[in-house]
């Protein structure tokens, strides 16, 4: 097997809560010794040293939350370019949605993506099934059987499940199997037909709002349910300071409950809509900047547990339409870390913490292999330049959509090169 000795980095490992200039020792797919005292013994005969100094290693990232059009919706994503961009944004592993055509709702869809990642990934590839079929909210899924294939989670995905029975049922069977059920939670009829932020700048643009409470009613009724039930149940994209008091409540109520963020919600608010800028159509919606301070001191304290890029391929067909007609959905995955080092060099967030809710975080929640560079974990890692600025450019866009919320942003701090199992898999 052969040995690569990364020399003179600095260390950032929140499973151990390390952050301090060393070394880390890879033998073949897994990770030997990492810290300071690493080279106690020296190097070992035939290793290949690499000089990391100025240089930041930390576990590969952990997106808890990707959209993927293979099967069905090819010409926006596949496997293969998905993984691609993770690779060059530092993301050594995705939980992928279970959005696709068909639905990731049986055994043989799982096991195709499994297949496809196998053959065709560059980085680890983890689906959720569908907590209900076709993603439609009424009938359950077979947990047991889909937990066997190899489904991490269950998730409606985009999709809210709005009958109280049915996410109860959810989450008795997904505690049976010891599962995690990840919901994204908008009321239907309350979001109707906003397409952003319910408030003054909707009225300026003359665009139907989305009102805050649209996310948090569902989500309420949600934290109830997870505590009648006892399950682990994960908010999956909150966006509101209603929202975060709500999971803050919660958790002090000993709920089994964690909580994602989108970067875009810590990164932008609603005024970057701007003159109708479809690529910030999401959902949920860019929300008020207090919002958006209250994600990041939610991020701060611990309320929020993760953080994900919510990476959602969209076509020129889907975008480039009025802001209402437009598609919602933003690509993420390569802009992850350099849009959250954000937080780092603005002083919101110190880097373990930061490193800790992108990497660590999400893969002790849905039971990944990865997150640590401790003796023995698999040598998923990531080497950074802190403090390289670069500007985001359409033409160097891994991924086969363009529609990503950064064209032409200036980010400080780039991905050098990433490692998935101790082969580099991309290289600035």
């Not at 952050?19 to 290793?47: F, R, Y």
């Not at 996310?215 to 966006?239: C, F, Q, V, W």
């Not at 964690?258 to 919600?265: E, F, L, M, S």
Request: overall charge negative.
């Amino acid at each position: 097997m052969s040995i690569t000795v990364f020399q003179n980095a600095r260390i950032v490992d929140p499973s151990r809560g390390m952050d301090e200039t060393g070394t880390v020792i890879v033998d073949g797919a897994k990770i030997v010794a990492a810290g300071a005292s690493a080279l106690n013994q020296g190097i070992p005969d035939g290793a290949t040293v690499i000089d990391c100094s100025g240089r930041t290693i930390m576990p590969g990232l952990v997106d808890g939350r990707v959209f993927i059009g293979e099967p069905g919706g090819e010409h926006r994503e596949t496997i293969a370019s998905a993984s691609l961009a993770a690779a060059a944004g530092g993301v050594t592993s995705i939980v992928m949605m279970p959005d696709t055509d068909p639905v990731i709702d049986n055994v043989a869809l799982v096991e195709f993506v499994l297949r496809a990642a196998r053959d065709t990934a560059i980085v680890n590839v983890f689906p959720a099934a569908a907590i209900t079929k076709g993603l439609e909210g009424h009938e359950m899924t077979e947990f047991g059987l889909l937990r066997e294939a190899g489904a991490v989670a269950f998730t409606d995905g985009r999709h809210t499940i709005a009958n109280a029975m049915t996410m109860r049922r959810a989450l008795t069977y997904a505690r049976d199997f010891g599962s995690v059920i990840a919901h994204e939670t908008q009321d239907r009829d309350l979001a109707a037909s906003g397409v952003m932020n319910e408030g003054l700048f909707a009225s300026w643009l003359g665009l139907p709002g989305m009102p805050r409470e649209a996310e948090a009613i569902p989500l309420e009724r949600d934290l109830m349910l997870a505590r009648l039930t006892g399950s682990t149940y994960h908010a999956a994209k909150i966006s509101t300071a209603m929202s975060a008091a709500a999971i803050g409540r919660a958790k002090g109520d000993g709920a089994n409950i964690t909580a994602g963020v989108c970067v875009n919600h810590l990164a932008l608010n609603e005024n970057d809509v701007g003159e109708y800028r479809t690529f910030f159509r999401l959902s949920p919606p860019l929300r008020a900047e207090d919002d958006r301070l209250a994600m990041i001191e939610a991020l701060r304290d611990g309320t929020i547990d993760i953080v994900v890029s919510s990476h959602d391929p969209q076509d020129v067909d889907t975008k480039r339409l009025p802001f209402a007609d437009a598609a919602d959905g933003a690509i993420g995955l390569e802009t992850l870390l350099a849009v959250a080092l954000r937080l780092y060099h603005n002083g919101d967030l110190p880097l373990l913490r930061l490193v800790e809710v992108l990497s660590t975080a999400p893969a002790r929640l849905f039971g990944l292999p990865g997150g640590s560079l401790s003796p023995g974990s698999p040598a998923d890692l990531v080497v950074v330049d802190l403090d390289e600025p670069w500007i985001v450019s359409e033409s160097g866009i891994r991924s086969r959509s363009k529609n990503t919320c950064f064209e032409g942003a200036r980010l400080q701090g780039r991905v050098l090169q990433t490692v998935v199992a101790g082969r580099t898999v991309f290289s600035a």
